[in-house]
């Protein structure tokens, strides 16, 4: 036995004592399961799990690896692209079983435990008439999302999901436990709010939720033909876009692998609006197909998780861009990557940031960027026996066109491990504070998994 084999096995008896979860090994029946992530492109492969029941297993985990000098990483919902949650040859800290969403309905609070979906506090607030703001995914993780901003339909009128995180319980990288708010922690509350998993983990968070009176949900496919037409008219309806509606839209493939174009629209507000908003949309073309009504936000996740279900097992790339409009050269430009695309499961998809969101005061969280804009995702997707190489070039070929288009930075929850450049713009003016408090919570780097901050 090595010494590195030793130390790993040293550190699960260790864990093993301490936990009341569980410890998987590599090596254990069941590690390939526990070791899966959305991404199949990620190889990495951690020497121990930690799969915590409690913040206290998670205390354990933290101070185990820093004994026997473990990297260390965080898994809650998985979904992150770049695979940050598999630590290679470290200890994956599981927060999988720690799920528990209790809603306060009078005082519009959930707690939400560190490994719980997005679809399970969508649950259980609309079963008191409410809503988070969360994403368009019910598979994702609610820390991870909160954490590093947090995209969504509801942003225009309720914010980021980061703007609507009251508190958090979160161990730090000595193992200590604290509690993150405005009058505990308010630093490291700050940074919490966009600033990802860099300062601990966490284990509970406080989220405001919203009432849903009258919500309206579902979509609008195109052909394929209108694409510009459609994209040069909601290029002129996007600024008058209400707070009350969020709007996703897409360029993916349709069930016979031959490209649509897909509008995704959620309203959040008053009936009598709804009706005139609506017809805005539609008056975007011809639509091949009208599938909206009245819904809940539970409702518009699962539409989208069926999809997320049936691309399981498949290979990522992800990049991503921030474009203040989108111009008819940045549109003649997606049209075009989607048209040569080297499989139907290439995709763009972009969501409006307006309203609420905007107002939010730049300095005020850790997510520095204020201004109205489209935060792009390019998605190149492909089966474990698909050409990898030809579908990272096709997304790096078409960021690398929006780029002229583009303003500096990027959202910080999709970039990946190289993408420094876009890194030191993403935080904006709050790069710097950012930084200083990273010394001051991690200043050995026992959380540099997390996802990336600008450097020096």
């Known amino acids: 036995m090595n010494l590195h084999t030793s130390s790993d096995s040293a550190a699960a008896r260790g864990l093993r004592a301490l936990m009341q979860g569980r ?10 399961r526990t070791r899966k992530i959305w991404n199949g492109a990620v190889e990495n492969e951690p020497a121990l799990f930690a799969v915590c029941e409690s913040a206290v297993d998670v205390q354990a ?24 949650a598999l630590q290679r040859d ?36 609309g079963a008191h008439g409410l809503v988070a703001a969360l994403g368009n995914c019910g598979t994702v993780g609610v820390a991870g999302l909160t954490l590093g901003g947090g995209y969504g339909p509801l942003s225009g009128s309720c914010g980021l999901a980061a703007d609507n995180l009251l508190g958090a319980e979160i161990v730090l990288a000595d193992g200590r436990r604290v509690t993150a708010g405005p009058d505990a922690e308010p630093d490291l509350f700050w940074a ?6 860099n300062f601990g983990v966490v284990t509970s968070l406080r989220i405001r939720l919203h009432p849903a009176p009258d919500m309206l ?101 992800l990049r991503t861009r921030w474009l203040p409009a989108l111009t008819a050269e940045a549109a003649d430009v997606i049209i075009a990557a989607k048209a040569r695309a080297p499989s139907p499961d290439c995709s763009v998809f972009w969501h409006h940031f307006h309203g609420a969101a905007t107002r939010v005061v730049p300095a005020a969280t850790a997510f520095g960027m204020r201004n109205e804009h489209l935060m792009i995702e390019i998605l190149a997707g492909w089966t474990p026996d698909g050409d990898g190489a030809a579908h990272r070039r096709w997304a790096q070929d ?32 709050n790069a710097a504070r950012l930084r200083m408090l990273k010394r001051r919570f991690d200043p050995d780097g026992v959380f540099a998994s997390a996802l990336l901050l600008p450097a020096e």
């Open 90 to 125: 470290g200890l994956v800290i599981d927060l999988s079983r720690m799920r528990q969403v209790v809603v306060d309905p009078q005082a519009r609070v959930a707690t939400v435990a560190g490994g719980a979906m997005a679809n399970e506090l969508a649950a259980a607030a």
């Open 398 to 429: 078409l960021w690398q066109s929006l780029a002229p288009f583009a303003l500096p930075g990027g959202y910080a929850n999709l970039l990946g491990p190289n993408d420094r450049e876009q890194a030191a713009g993403a935080f904006g003016g």
């Open 61 to 84: 985990a933290v101070r185990i690896a820093r004994q026997h000098g473990l990297a260390l990483s965080v898994r809650g919902g998985g979904h992150d692209w770049a695979g940050r």
């Open 23 to 32: 410890v998987v090994s590599r090596g254990d029946d069941d590690y390939s």
């Open 217 to 317: 949900a579902g979509s609008l496919i195109y052909d394929w033909s209108e694409a510009g037409k459609v994209l040069r008219r909601y290029a002129a309806f996007a600024p008058a876009t209400p707070d009350e509606l969020g709007v996703s839209v897409g360029m993916m493939s349709g069930p016979d692998g031959e490209p649509v174009f897909i509008v995704v629209p959620l309203w959040n507000g008053e009936r009598r609006q709804r009706e005139r908003v609506m017809e805005g949309l539609r008056a975007l073309g011809s639509p091949l197909s009208v599938q909206v009504g009245p819904a809940t936000y539970s409702d518009m996740l699962a539409r989208f998780d069926a999809w997320v279900e049936a691309m399981d097992g498949h290979h990522w790339e």
């Open 192 to 197: 919490l709010r966009g600033g990802g998993g």
